[in-house]
């Protein structure tokens, strides 16, 4: 092989001096023969680790387990998952061979593999197996254990919100009292019940939903991530995700809902019940119905003495997040602006419907 090389070299000016490459060659391929003979001998592959086999194993043991990693440093996590995966697959073998198991679900679930050329961006968009509820269309939890539990002063300080005690208090009222006219807003804060011990904070939220239209599991179940955190990545910007909060469940589609950032997921215990909510900051629908231009519902933030409006909301309001496209104008972007700016920089943004299936049929 080295000789064959070798004499490729030596005699291909003959394809410049015959017109075939009458612009030269394209140097980093010709650099790449220069590793074949290595990557033959050591994979079996021409060029490095992509033969046809490797390749046919790179969405289920590189790609996936990518897209589950918090995308820090990832070879740990990838190496992690596919040792995980790994067992558990040994296990569902054994415990089959056992009669421990029914392998019908795993017979589905090779039936109908998620698609292997899904590209989705950093937020992990996974695939659940199982029946779907398709009464509980929409599901948003948080993890068993909290990033931090202290009071709500120090809750308070660390993400840097002085009126989360008056809003927690509100909300605990509103949740008291549903079938009662009035709301915690109309009412002084000391008239509201007082919160008891400690508060959680969490920097993600889970939410799960029925979206047959999507790439999804067997029972057409899904589940994203939803962000806030003050430090994403390490000392990284910070990243505040939007959602959609159902306000009507007697309608449907984009009217029932509106648009919030959330800035922090919490959790907190009244008479021994644990209440999971979200601290928001709302969005109000321009108009009654999608921009006569571009057919897209729009948002901008709804200010109250020149403050955003911000109350707590229940977990189980929450459908799931969504894509908040800035209203740009004639406005010049600088060089150095970053994406954590954006929902503060610009007053108008459109709803993009467009970002998956679901969120279509969910704002149509």
Known sequence: MQDALDRFHQHRTIFEEVGIRPDG???????????????????????????????????RAVKRPWRRSSKNNPLVQILTTNQRLDKLQAARTSFIARGMLQPSRTQVRVANPPPDDEDNDDNYRGYIEGEANHQVLSEVTVSQRPAYSRNVQRISALIEEPHLEGYLRRFLFDQENEDLDISGDDLPVEDCPELQGNIGLYHIATATFYAPSDASGTGGLRHELIRSTASWLKGSDAR?????????????????????????????????????????????????????????????????????????????????????????????????????????????????????????????
């Open 25 to 59: 060659f394209s140097l980093p391929r010709q650099h790449a023969l220069e590793h074949y003979i290595a990557g033959i001998k050591l994979f079996g592959s021409p060029n490095g680790l992509c033969s046809s086999i490797t390749e046919s194993k790179h969405i």
């Open 240 to 364: 505040y995700d939007t959602v959609l909060i159902n306000i009507d469940p007697t309608i449907t589609g984009m009217r029932s809902m509106l648009v919030a950032r959330v800035k922090a997921f919490l959790m907190l215990s009244h008479d021994n019940v644990a209440m999971p909510c979200a601290l928001v900051q709302w969005f109000e629908t321009v108009g009654d119905q999608p921009n006569e231009v571009t057919g897209i519902w729009a948002v901008r933030p709804e200010m109250f003495e020149d403050q955003q409006v911000t109350s707590v909301v229940h977990l189980d309001t929450i459908v799931r997040a969504v894509h908040l496209v800035p209203v740009f104008k004639d406005v010049t972007i600088p060089v150095d602006f970053r994406f954590a700016y954006s929902l503060d920089a610009f007053d108008l943004f459109y709803v993009n419907r467009y970002i998956d299936y679901h969120t279509f049929e969910c704002i149509s």
